[in-house]
């Protein structure tokens, strides 16, 4: 079942990606241990242990440093989250890296779900922490190369459930995917992937499957090469599996396997994906299901065919493993299924490998297949002739697995919400896999010259007025695959909305505010576009006299917000009938933005004897106006309030209100506070003096973009007269 590679005395046995550098669970290695104690001691297999580095994620290992991702000072008034590098070999910790989770909706106990991918090209890793923030680090010394709030930025879900994606790195791009609810013709929810130059942070390219799915999702990318084609592969929110081409963007392919989103990340072998859910079936009334996929042709002649596919078999969570034609799963219920991966027949059922949830995916390697399960128990197989054999089994006390077992060096390390563990021997070797050999079979480029796809980057701006921005053209062939930069007289640039482009820079008008551009290259029939929204510095003013939808520059407000008149004027309607969008956030602006007062005129509704809750944004804290309760709240992070100042508030429905929240930072360097001040007050009075909530934060968010908060899920919010100033 392996690729024979040549590594040279240079390379490494890593484990670059939290799957491998096969992207398949596997990876060639003898003398593996069969047996560990967790607890230690005296001849003890566990050559390190970490408790305090418990996390749900499936850490990487590169170049003999380990990258977890993981709550940073859990319990305090100053919780966040960190990548932590460690020394593989001794457990040493070697650096971490700090941030904060803001306006997230996931609980402190899932901090940590993605996983950290490492890039031996360049020597960094990359991570997507829970409240959206993405960040590219160098991996020696742990300082942040560049960071983005996808959340702010590209508006980027974030949900109770803590489901979070997994980065992969591609050649020059490191790419991340989520839903995301953008702005402009983009507005609607969608699964969608954005594509980074690693080295930058700049987008290059944004791609999506189809609006309104029905989850966020956590199925991990894929990268394969299938008929010479390059594809990114992966589980989405519509509930398919999606191929694209992972240096364009391009959609190629997709199957619809569920009614919900898919979690489990599909498995690449040769030209086939195995895929699994444990959801509602597409047709019928069956929960679950196992389906073989053979991908061909490539552009638009890619195709994808059911070989078959096994209903009720309901996997959810872990992915699998092929070994000499047979596929090897792990069902919710922690039942390990033999299927034979051409026909679809059942080889071996339901042996019973846990008693509860399976998330960890399987590890193959030395012919041993490594399990570990949600309740603490593992389990190390070999595979017979009729299925398996328990080589050694055990649990593990007040110790539950998220994460999947990985191999590098030799070692194996098992990543537990209570410890992470560093389990091998002085025998065990590993077989390295190059970087370069990983994706192999790609058709050579000059079979394909002519320019079929063209991109502009970055592709994606936000621009003050009269800002410019240089850009650049890639072109690529039908298969995706970079050809020669055209020349500058190859290429025809034209612009819709406010901005000019000269020779191949951009500008914003002058005069521009809150509005947006879109900018189209050309080169023969052949053309790519870019979007750029302009949003001028502080102050200003939202009155919606003359607006028939929200600016076009906010992200995540158009889907979920109408114009229409409340008491006789325009105003701002936040609507309750979007079921997965009424409890929601917009973003206005810049994420640098810092220091700062934003104030509007709210007003709530009443619902079948309920009210919503009304918030506004800035700097990173939620003033929110919370109906059913009669509260007023300053926080950050609602579900674990690590700071938060709540004081009662009766407020009436049907009747204007002003907001305002005023946020500023004091001191500086590890000595910086964020000082958060809201007031609230009916519209037809005068402004009181004192504030009627005052919170700090001695972890703060130093910038941030200013926005709105609402839960109109039990009744409408109406909001007119907005303001943003300096402080």
């Known amino acids: ?15 670059t990606y939290w799957r491998g550098p096969l992207f398949n669970g596997t990876a060639e290695a003898e003398g593996l241990v069969d047996d560990w104690d967790a607890e230690g001691g005296e001849g003890s297999n566990v050559l390190w242990k970490r ?37 593989a070999e001794t457990g040493e910790t070697l650096w971490e890296n700090r941030f904060n989770v803001w306006m997230s909706d996931v609980p402190d106990t899932r901090v940590g779900w993605s996983s950290v991918v490492a890039d031996p090209e360049t020597g960094n890793v990359y991570a997507l922490g829970v409240c959206g923030l993405f960040l590219g680090i160098n991996g020696k010394t742990g300082e942040t190369i560049w960071s983005k709030p996808l959340h702010e930025q590209f508006g980027l879900l974030s949900t109770y459930g803590g489901r979070t994606n997994f980065p992969v790195v591609h050649e020059d791009l490191v790419i991340i995917s989520g839903v995301i609810i953008n702005w402009g013709d983009a507005a609607k929810p969608n699964h969608r992937l954005i594509a980074m130059d690693k080295h930058t942070g700049e987008v290059v390219w944004f791609s999506g499957t189809r609006d309104l799915p029905d989850d966020t999702t956590y199925s991990a990318p894929t990268l394969t090469t299938i008929d010479g084609q390059r594809q990114i592969i992966l589980g989405a929110g519509d509930g398919s599996v999606w191929g694209f081409q992972p240096r364009t963007g391009k959609p190629l392919w997709h199957y619809d396997l569920s009614r919900r989103g898919l979690f489990a990340t599909p498995l690449i072998d040769g030209n086939r994906v195995y895929c699994s859910h444990s959801e509602e079936n597409v047709t019928g009334s069956a929960m679950g299901a196992v389906a073989a996929l053979e991908i061909s042709g490539t552009g638009d ?55 509860r949830k ?40 007040d110790e539950a697995f ?69 850009l650049s053209v890639r072109v690529f062939n039908a298969l995706g695959q970079q050809l020669a930069t055209p020349s500058a007289d190859q290429v025809t640039y034209t612009v819709t909305g406010p901005g000019e482009i000269s020779n191949a820079t951009f500008t914003a008008n002058q005069d521009a505010s809150h509005d947006a551009a879109t900018i189209t290259a050309t080169i023969g029939d052949v053309f790519g576009t870019t979007r750029v929204r302009i949003v001028p510095p ?74 919503p809750d009304i918030g506004l944004t800035a700097h990173g804290y ?35 209100y002003r907001m305002k929240l005023r946020a500023q930072i004091e001191g500086s360097g590890d000595s910086a506070v964020a000082v958060l001040q809201g007031k609230i007050w009916p519209r037809d009075e005068a402004e009181p003096e004192a504030w009627t909530v005052t919170a700090r934060d001695e972890s703060p968010v130093m910038t941030a973009s200013p926005g709105l908060y609402g839960n109109a899920k039990v009744a409408e919010i109406a909001i007119d007269n907005l303001e943003v100033t300096p402080n």
């Not at 392996?2 to 890593?14: G, I, R």
């Not at 195709?303 to 090897?328: F, M, N």
């Not at 674990?640 to 204007?656: G, I, K, S």
Request: hydrophobic share 40%; charged share 25%; with cysteine.
């Open 1 to 15: 079942m392996f690729v024979t590679f040549s590594a040279s005395a240079d390379d490494k046995a890593d484990w």
């Open 51 to 87: 408790d305090d580095l418990g996390a749900r994620s499936t850490p990487v290992v590169m170049d003999g440093r380990l990258y977890t991702i993981t709550r940073a000072d859990p319990g305090t008034p100053i919780e966040g989250e960190k990548i932590v590098c460690v020394d």
């Open 301 to 355: 002649d890619t195709t994808v065919k059911e070989l078959w596919k096994l209903d009720e078999l309901v996997i959810g969570r872990s992915a699998p493993i092929v070994v000499d034609g047979r596929l090897y799963i792990v069902d919710d219920r922690c039942k390990l299924w033999v299927i034979d991966a051409d026909s679809g027949d059942m080889i071996a059922e339901r042996i019973a490998i846990g008693d």
């Open 358 to 397: 399976q998330w960890p995916s399987l590890l193959y390697a030395d012919e041993k297949i490594y399990v570990l399960t949600e309740n603490g128990r593992w389990a190390i197989l070999e595979i017979t002739e009729d299925g398996v054999d328990f080589i050694n089994k055990g649990r593990l006390r």
């Open 402 to 470: 998220y994460g999947s077992p990985i191999l590098a060096g030799g070692k194996l390390y098992f990543q537990g919400t209570s410890a992470l563990y560093c389990v091998g021997n002085e025998t065990a070797t590993q077989k390295p896999v190059s970087l370069a050999e990983q994706l192999v079979g790609e058709t050579p480029v000059d079979e394909n010259p002519a320019i079929a796809q063209l991109l502009i980057v970055p592709g994606e701006l936000l621009l003050e007025p009269g800002e410019s921005v240089d």
């Open 538 to 611: 502080l102050p200003w003013k939202f009155t919606f006299d003359d607006l028939s939808d929200p600016p076009v520059s906010w992200v995540g407000a158009r889907y979920r917000h109408q114009i229409r008149p409340v008491d006789g004027s325009p105003a701002l309607v936040k609507v309750s009938t979007i079921p997965k969008g009424a409890r929601s956030r917009a973003w206005m602006g810049s994420s640098d933005l810092k220091n700062y007062t934003i104030a509007a005129d709210v007003l709530g509704k009443r619902s079948n004897g309920q009210m």
């Open 622 to 656: 939620v003033l929110d106006l919370m109906g059913n309760s009669q509260q007023v709240q300053i926080r950050t992070w609602s579900p674990q309030l690590r700071m938060a100042r709540t004081v009662d508030f009766p407020w009436e429905p049907d009747r204007w």
